[in-house]
């Protein structure tokens, strides 16, 4: 196989001009090129003046490949292509007895739960939210009519924190085994659009993410593993050092020396009985900030020019940072195109949101975080759970601003900026269900905060025209950009520092960001539990 890197062709181009394009840039007759795919697809939209090309990287199979690679040894965009294809590394005895825990079924514990299935290790997956369906009633109950279920909700449930999301599909995680064409591979067997695997930054957007979590489920059920709904963990079951189950909620206690625990970052009580059962946690960094919205239209003006509205690049992202005087960054986070800011809190009496979107991406309003970093040393210190006790402050404050019921406090951009609140909505409407109070959002976070947010959007004003206009929406707050804690765990056994057995994993135990990245990891630390598991059954 044959990899070529940076074949150029215009947005508009013709089925078979890629084919034709291969056959010129080789050099070779149409019939020596036997197969191809296309690896990977982008654009550059940076240099404005000149035509948006889309920029292929493909594999290919030709007649006499040693022959055309041997003309193309000095050329380092034609070379071998890497074997990106994914090969277990154990797989389960027949007489299996030990069946591994997995808390959690998000993206991270969902991936963990699949490979182990495939490997023939008959996961128990517990979850403690609902399946998706009821899930999804549950999640639009809040956004409707303003009733929350603390147990099922944006952020507990089959398929975890990412279900009701933009479902953006990439990170900057080192992927040198390629794991994150596998976790792309079984989405897309699970009926997500095969155009994920080799476009640049893709998404599959909620309603299909839905489908595509169930499918995975009935999977892991079909090869003999068990996924269990409203199953809270409570407790451990811990002895001298080693995990030997997990407890739930009702009582129930399942016996397992190898658990993963994929929790996500909202899932503080657990975080809490971690902490007081001994389990090494640390508080690490995140970031808080408001979700902004602009017009969708303005944003592909300012960022694709004359190519906005092109049906072949869709709606336009962004991604900025800021360097404010106060040393503090800030930066947009997790940026939805043509979509809706959502309520996104899992507990009663306060109030955070995020972004999500549907496959089309065609809502009104982008909307995206506008964050600032923060750190325990600096901002939160005491113990390892300072930060989540920083989030429940704000968060809880967000509530009031909002008029204490499930509303979020707003604020349009150009008050914000001169400090006076908002009393009436400009042209530009926000998306938030269950609605917005507009007033100041000064008083909903840290002073150093607010200057450095109030600093950045006219900076960003000067790179996207119009991001700081004075009627584009400022809503609050955004504070569960990644988790406040680290569970951490030894990188060569993926082990818990201090608890043999465990595997802290996924966004919550600070290892992810992100679905991707998540089920990456989930993979990982499911390889890491067969082999040991194995090896624990060849020195009983
Ligand atoms: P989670 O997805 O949080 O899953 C953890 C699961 O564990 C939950 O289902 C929870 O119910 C369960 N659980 C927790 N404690 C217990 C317990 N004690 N017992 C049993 N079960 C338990 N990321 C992207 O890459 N792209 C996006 O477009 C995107 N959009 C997002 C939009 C929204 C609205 C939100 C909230 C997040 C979004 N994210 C997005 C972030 C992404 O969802 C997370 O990074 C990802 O889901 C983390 O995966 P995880 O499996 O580690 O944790």
Redesign the pocket.
């Known amino acids: 196989m044959i990899r070529i890197n940076e074949l150029s062709l215009p947005l508009d181009h013709s089925d078979d001009a890629l084919r034709r394009a291969i056959v010129k840039r080789l050099n070779i007759r149409d019939a020596d090129l036997l197969d191809f795919t296309v690896f990977k697809r982008s654009y550059d939209a940076r240099k404005k003046n000149s035509a948006i090309l889309f920029i292929y990287i493909v594999d290919l199979e030709v007649r006499d490949e040693g022959k055309v690679l041997a003309r193309f040894k000095n050329d380092l965009h034609v070379r071998p292509a890497p074997d990106t294809r994914y090969y277990p590394v154990a797989e389960a005895p027949a007489n299996l007895e030990a069946r591994p825990l997995v808390?959690?079924?998000?993206?991270?514990?969902l991936f963990a739960a699949l490979l182990l299935a495939q490997m023939g290790f008959k996961p128990i997956v517990?979850?403690?939210?609902k399946n998706v369906r009821s899930r999804t009633k549950d999640t639009w109950a809040l956004w409707r009519k303003k009733v929350l279920s603390p147990e099922s909700n944006?952020?507990?449930?089959e398929g975890?924190?990412?279900l009701?999301?933009?479902?953006?599909?990439y990170s900057q995680i080192k992927d040198p085994k390629f794991y994150a064409r596998k976790v792309m591979h079984e989405f897309v067997r699970a009926g997500a659009p095969e155009e994920i695997m080799y476009v640049n930054k893709p998404?599959i957007g909620t309603f299909r993410l839905t489908g595509v979590v169930a499918k995975m489920r009935e999977e892991i059920i079909a090869l003999g593993g068990e996924v269990r709904f409203e199953?809270?963990?409570t407790d451990l079951v811990l002895d001298n050092g080693q995990v030997e189950g997990a407890v739930l909620a009702n009582g129930e206690t399942l016996h397992s020396r190898h658990v993963i625990l994929?929790?996500?970052?909202?899932?503080r009580d657990?975080f809490r009985m971690l902490h007081r059962q001994g389990v090494h946690i640390e508080a690490k960094p995140f970031a808080i900030g408001f979700r902004i919205e602009h017009p969708q239209g303005m944003i592909d003006k300012a960022r694709l020019g004359k190519y906005a509205g092109h049906p072949a690049l869709g709606a336009a992202d962004y991604k900025l940072v800021h360097h404010a005087k106060n040393g503090r960054a800030v930066y947009s986070f997790?940026m939805c195109p043509g979509g809706t800011v959502?309520a996104?809190t899992s507990e009663p009496g306060r109030v955070v949101t995020?972004?999500?979107s549907q496959y089309s991406r065609n809502e009104r309003n982008a909307n995206s975080g506008i964050v600032v970093g923060i750190t325990p040393e600096q901002d939160f210190p005491g113990d390892a759970l300072a930060g989540v006790e920083l989030q429940e402050r704000l968060e809880e404050r967000a509530y009031e601003l909002g008029g204490s019921d499930y509303c979020a406090p707003a604020q349009l951009v150009g008050d914000f900026i001169r400090g006076v609140p908002s009393s009436e909505f400009g042209e530009i409407e926000p998306s938030y269900q269950p609605g917005v109070r507009l007033g100041d959002l000064g008083p909903s976070l840290p002073a150093f905060a607010i200057d450095a947010i109030r600093e950045a959007l006219p900076a960003f004003g000067r790179k996207i025209r119009g991001f700081d206009r004075d009627n584009a929406i400022l809503t609050g707050i955004e504070t569960r950009t990644s988790s406040p804690v680290r569970i951490t765990r030894h990188h060569d056994t993926l082990q818990s520092l201090n608890i043999r057995g465990l595997y802290p994993a996924?966004?919550?135990a600070g290892y992810?960001?992100?679905?991707?990245s998540?089920g990456v990891d989930g993979i990982k630390v499911a390889e890491a539990l067969a082999k040991a598991l194995l090896s624990d059954m060849d020195a009983a």
């Not at 009701?164 to 599909?169: A, H, M, P, T, V």
């Open positions: 808390i959690g079924f998000g993206p991270c514990g517990l979850e403690r939210g944006v952020q507990f449930g975890g924190a990412g009701f999301s933009d479902g953006k599909l998404h199953s809270r963990v994929a929790l996500g970052h909202s899932s657990t997790c959502v996104a995020n972004g999500m996924g966004e919550g992810a960001g992100g679905i991707l998540a």
